[in-house]
């Protein structure tokens, strides 16, 4: 819904999805399928064009070539860092950031903006510009992605301060091999075996929304059976409410959903990422904020 809200504001009514998939956590797989579903009872946006990329430069031009010639907005899914900035420098190889025609959307779940996170440990968290080379090794093309970087909008979950994810991955790594998995020595792995993954602030507010369903069914009933412990009707209803988590305000509805907010993040003049819009799904009524620096 955010995207859809996006592509409304904007008045984009026609548009290319393209995506790679992950076939581990198959994030962006189920992207382009609620994003197909969602549009398809839209009448004033359609897709003109979609495309399951392989992750290769060959297969990205194929597909840029092919969106040259039938749309200007393209809505993207990257499940890795790396296929991402291998589309941007796609983009500059093809002459689509030599002026403003062109949109890139890019969509996620990963609470971290035009930002990336390069590494993570007990030392703390580091970010870097999402169009950055971060792998190690430097093929000198940070200007090239840069340039597509300008052209493109990223939508993303709220994300917190560095300051709150390191205290939450200190707190992580304190609990590392601790009880119920009782692990130490060669099990626990090498030191950059140890780094907190960045779905892992996701995973707590998962968990603590549900631990504080189960306290709330208790609190009403005056105790807490297994009959009503596996009741998932219940446990979702009960689960209804707000709490502030580790990846923002958490909002969840009578179904245990969340009500999520979205922003909406570009480059400025200098390059820097501002947030410029503010996306919210409040009982299933959104709103969208626009801010102003």
Request: charged share 20%; proline share 3%; aromatic share 8%.
């Amino acid at each position: 819904m955010g995207v859809q809200a996006l592509l409304m504001q904007f008045q984009w009514q026609e548009i290319s999805t393209i995506y790679i998939p992950d076939n581990i956590g198959m994030v962006c797989s189920y992207f382009q399928q609620d994003m197909e579903s969602l549009l398809n009872n839209n009448p004033n946006i359609t897709i003109v064009y979609k495309k399951q990329m392989d992750p290769t430069p060959a297969s990205m031009k194929e597909t840029l070539n092919k969106i040259k010639t039938c749309s200007r907005i393209i809505v993207s899914c990257f499940d890795s860092a790396v296929d991402r900035r291998n589309f941007l420098l796609a983009m500059n190889d093809l002459g689509l950031v030599e002026s403003s025609e062109y949109v890139l959307i890019v969509a996620q779940l990963k609470n971290q903006g035009m930002l990336q996170q390069i590494s993570s440990g007990v030392n703390g968290v580091q970010y870097d510009s999402f169009w950055k080379q971060t792998d190690g090794s430097n093929d000198g093309r940070d200007a090239d992605a840069l340039k597509a970087a300008r052209r493109s909008i990223v939508i993303d979950l709220e994300n917190q301060s560095v300051d709150q994810i390191n205290t939450f991955n200190k707190k992580m790594y304190a609990q590392f091999g601790q009880p119920p998995f009782n692990c130490n020595g060669s099990c626990m792995g090498g030191a950059d075996e140890q780094n907190p993954s960045p779905y892992a602030r996701s995973l707590y507010d998962t968990t603590y929304s549900y631990l504080r369903a189960l306290n709330l069914t208790k609190a009403q009933y005056g105790y807490l059976s297994t009959d009503l412990a596996r009741n998932g009707t219940l446990i979702n209803n009960m689960s209804n409410g707000e709490f502030i988590g580790e990846t923002g305000t958490v909002i969840l509805d009578s179904l245990g959903n969340r009500e999520p907010t979205f922003y909406i993040t570009i480059l400025d003049t200098q390059d820097q990422p501002q947030d410029v819009i503010q996306i919210s799904i409040l009982n299933s009524i959104l709103s969208l904020t626009k801010k102003i620096y």
